[in-house]
T-cell receptor, first 110, second 111 residues
């Protein structure tokens, strides 16, 4: 079945540590997105990519980095510069009719 | 800043009733409109999309769009307890459907 796979489902980060969240899709979608969801704040766009080897900052890109070396993959790195990374991270892809979301990664700082 | 506004709720309706969820948006150039359902702790799931003024029906769901009033709504007929979730309104403009999400309305269907 086609879909988006995010891993891991739960991730714990220590202070000063960089962590990478994986996102893989087999839907052959060109565009991919990373959102962050905090309680009561809805989804906020971190980065998006419309084509391989190209990506743009969203509304809250500071402290995050991405790469898009393959059409299927769009990993997100949460760097030590992100001071409040505890959140639910959602990866999505789209072709022409709305987004398909992965199951999400819940990141907690310990 | 493009904005999408929703009442956070909770909206409580009895089982079998019609639930009406509303959303307003600020960008007059918006071209695509979506409703997502999100169960607690899960990722959003697309349930309706609408692109032109009027109504669009899919099973128990009807999406309504009024671009002049910058207003989009979702009606859920014969509401079931399994419909209890947060409903996110999303509005897109431009290519590749980069959308802005509202904060969601929590719906509670009381058996």
């Amino acid at each position: 079945d086609g879909g988006i796979t995010q891993s891991p489902k739960y991730l714990f980060r220590k202070e000063g540590q960089n962590v990478t969240l994986s996102c893989e899709q087999n839907l052959n979608h060109d565009a991919m997105y990373w959102y962050r969801q905090d309680p009561g704040q809805g989804l906020r766009l971190i980065y998006y990519s419309q084509i391989v080897n190209d990506f743009q900052k969203g509304d809250i890109a500071e402290g995050y980095s991405v790469s898009r070396e393959k059409k299927e993959s769009f990993p997100l790195t949460v760097t030590s510069a992100q001071k409040n990374p505890t959140a639910f991270y959602l990866c999505a892809s789209s072709m022409s009719n709305g987004y398909t979301f992965g199951s999400g990664t819940r990141l907690t700082v310990v | 800043q493009k904005e999408v506004e929703q009442n956070s709720g909770p909206l409580s309706v009895p089982e079998g009733a019609i639930a009406s969820l509303n959303c307003t948006y600020s960008d007059r150039g918006s071209q695509s409109f979506f409703w997502y359902r999100q169960y607690s702790g899960k990722s959003p799931e697309l349930i309706m999309s609408i692109y032109s003024n009027g109504d669009k029906e899919d099973g128990r769901f009807t999406a309504q769009l009024n671009k002049a009033s910058q207003y989009v709504s979702l009606l859920i007929r014969d509401s079931q307890p399994s419909d209890s979730a947060t409903y996110l309104c999303a509005v897109g403009s431009g290519g590749y459907q980069k959308v802005t999400f509202g904060t969601g309305t929590k719906l509670q269907v009381i058996p």
